[in-house]
Structures are given as C-alpha cells and as structure tokens.
T-cell receptor
Framework: DAGITQSPRHKVTETGTPVTLRCHQT?????MYWYRQDPGHGLRLIHY???????DKGEVSDGYSVSRSKTEDFLLTLESATSSQTSVYFC?????????FGPGTRLTVT | QKEVEQDPGPLSVPEGAIVSLNCTYS??????FMWYRQYSRKGPELLMY????GNKEDGRFTAQVDKSSKYISLFIRDSQPSDSATYLC?????????????FGQGTRLTINP
C-alpha cells in the first residue's frame, strides 16, 4: 500500500473558522487528490494536483482551496468553515491512474 | 442520470457463497476500471483494476469488464466474514491534466458465518 497519512484524524471546529487538513505521501506520486465522503453522495472530488504548484478544481470545490509546495504534501484549506462541510475527508495519491487513499479525517463543524 | 450506477444494497449472504457486485456506466471515455473495498471508518483500499474488456483474477476475486455493455462486475468466491465491507466501483478518465475517478455509491456487503 502507498504510504499516505492524513492529519489531523479528527477535528471539531466552529462555523467561520479556517481549517487546514494535511496529506503526506512517501511514494513520490505525481498526482494527489482531495475527496469528501458523505452518505447518499459517495466520494466526491474537491481538488486535485498534477504536480508541484499545479492544482485544479474538482466537482465540489466551492469554499475550499489547496496548495502543494512539495511533491509529498498536499494541503486542503476550508477558508471559513460551514456546517455543510461536516464530512469525512480523504486524500489520495497516484503514480498514473490507480489511486491510493489515506485513512481519512473526520471533520465536524458546529 | 449518474455517470456510474451501483446498487447500494445492503447485500447479505452466507459464508462460502459466491458474491456478485455490479456497476453500470454511461461515459464511453472511461479507460480504467477499479474496485475498492472500504471497511467501516477506514479509507478505501484498492482491490483490483483493469483496462480492457474481459476478466482479471486475483485469488478469490475476479473483475469483469464489458465495455460494449458499459457494465463491470466483481465476483468474490468462497466469501468470508472478513469480506464484509462496502465495495466501491470506480471508473477513470484523463481530464484536464490528470486521471479522475468517478465512484459508484458503494454496495454494503455482509457475509454471515
């Protein structure tokens, strides 16, 4: 399995506060992805990266931003958290087409 | 219509049974087809992936793709209680600089001892 870690694993935050989630991979994979998983919606792509400093939006990118300054790290920022962003967030990395997922971050916005 | 359709179940079968999980899709641009297994409160784990139509076998698991019918299947032989999980199909297409996956909703499977 690809070595992918996410931090924090659990977080509770208040509406309106900024939140940053971190994804770290040790496989030197070129591509990295952020998803959210919600009941009834499955896994949905938020943002992705196809190289250092190269990122683009997925299908549910509103309210989120990302940064990738090193191959191994991909950060997801919720600029001003809302209750609708309560979810489980997964990071994935990929050398080409197959994606390997991290353990997830459970975020609750109160 | 969703790009990928998967029956969410739940599906419950006795230990030792053959399990068949299926997905249909509508986008002809999908190139790679994958199955993930997700245990409760864990990340999805890649089980199998394939590119072409036909069958691919790995131990007790067989993935089948029929591009002409836009239909993929995962078969589990000699099912075990440890196979109890949610199974997600995923399809991949190269869009705007990267391979992007579109996931089915997932089928929750329970194997009863």
């Amino acid at each position: 399995d690809a070595g992918i870690t996410q931090s924090p694993r659990h977080k509770v935050t208040e509406t309106g506060t900024p939140v940053t989630l971190r994804c770290h991979q040790t496989e030197n994979h070129r591509y990295m992805y952020w998803y959210r998983q919600d009941p009834g919606h499955g896994l949905r792509l938020i943002h992705y990266s196809y190289g250092v400093k190269d990122t683009d939006k997925g299908e549910v990118s509103d309210g989120y931003s990302v940064s990738r300054s090193k191959t191994e790290d991909f950060l997801l920022t919720l600029e001003s958290a809302t209750s609708s962003q309560t979810s489980v967030y997964f990071c994935a990395s990929s050398p080409s087409y197959e994606q390997y997922f991290g353990p997830g971050t459970r975020l609750t916005v109160t | 219509q969703k790009e990928v359709e998967q029956d969410p179940g739940p599906l419950s079968v006795p230990e030792g049974a053959i399990v068949s999980l299926n997905c249909t899709y509508s986008n002809s641009a999908f190139q790679y087809f994958m199955w993930y297994r997700q245990y409760s409160r864990k990340g999805p784990e890649l089980l199998m992936y394939t590119y072409s139509s036909g069958n691919k076998e790995d131990g007790r698991f067989t993935a089948q793709v029929d591009k002409s019918s836009k239909y993929i299947s995962l078969f589990i032989r000699d099912s075990q209680p440890s196979d109890s999980a949610t199974y997600l199909c995923a399809m991949s297409a190269f869009v705007q600089g990267a391979q992007k996956l579109v996931f089915g909703q997932g089928t929750r499977l329970t194997i009863n001892p």
